[in-house]
T-cell receptor, first 113, second 109 residues
Framework: AQSVTQPDIHITVSEGASLELRCNYSYGATPYLFWYVQSPGQGLQLLLKYFSGDTLVQGIKGFEAEFKRSQSSFNLRKPSVHWSDAAEYFC???????????FGKGTLLTVNP | SQTIHQWPATLVQPVGSPLSLECTVEGTSNPNLYWYRQAAGRGLQLLFYSVGIGQISSEVPQNLSASRPQDRQFILSSKKLLLSDSGFYLCASDIPGYTFGSGTRLTVV
């Protein structure tokens, strides 16, 4: 069965600092991996996804993520955080013909001025 | 580009009342469609998915059902709501990327 672990429930960073959100997955084949962001009361916005190819994936809003098969990880990074990045971030894994996604429980990001 | 419409945005319903949430997709054809639920303080749980008209797969036993009467329409229903059905319901489509609608906040009182 596929699963996703986001070890950090809540992270606080200062504006301008770098950010790394951790994601570890379990999947029996080559996974499709996603990062989403959710602002309070809103739906999920796709930041980036990995299907195949280059293991360093660039996304929107200056985010990137690196797929490391040996570590079963897909960590999200941003070199300089902005106050508007404060939100909840979800990592997800899926694949196969029906393309079902399994989500982590999310990491809440707080940005201090 | 693809757009997913969900309505209503917010809904307050009494226990035992029926439910119908609608999701429609624009800008694509023959997508796989999904209903997820997000309970307070928890991640997203897949409830149903559909690979085509009339084809529904249920992921968890529950008080809800789903239907897909048209290629780009996906409906979530219940005959009698329970308190535990409260949550944030999100529809998603897998084409061209895995895109979500803006969600429906359901409160059962």
């Amino acid at each position: 069965a596929q699963s996703v672990t986001q070890p950090d429930i809540h992270i606080t960073v200062s504006e301008g600092a770098s950010l790394e959100l951790r994601c570890n997955y379990s999947y029996g084949a080559t996974p499709y991996l996603f990062w989403y962001v959710q602002s309070p009361g809103q739906g999920l916005q796709l930041l980036l996804k990995y299907f195949s190819g280059d293991t360093l994936v660039q996304g929107i809003k200056g985010f990137e993520a690196e797929f490391k098969r040996s570590q079963s990880s897909f960590n999200l990074r941003k070199p300089s955080v902005h106050w508007s990045d404060a939100a909840e971030y979800f990592c997800a894994v899926g694949g196969g013909s029906n393309y079902k996604l399994t989500f982590g429980k999310g990491t809440l990001l707080t940005v201090n001025p | 580009s693809q757009t997913i419409h969900q309505w209503p945005a917010t809904l307050v319903q009494p226990v035992g009342s029926p439910l119908s949430l609608e999701c429609t997709v624009e800008g694509t054809s023959n997508p796989n469609l999904y209903w997820y639920r997000q309970a307070a303080g928890r991640g997203l749980q897949l409830l149903f998915y559909s690979v085509g008209i009339g084809q529904i797969s249920s992921e968890v036993p529950q008080n809800l059902s789903a239907s897909r009467p048209q290629d780009r329409q996906f409906i979530l229903s219940s005959k009698k709501l329970l308190l535990s059905d409260s949550g944030f319901y999100l529809c998603a489509s897998d084409i061209p990327g895995y895109t979500f609608g803006s969600g429906t906040r359901l409160t059962v009182v």
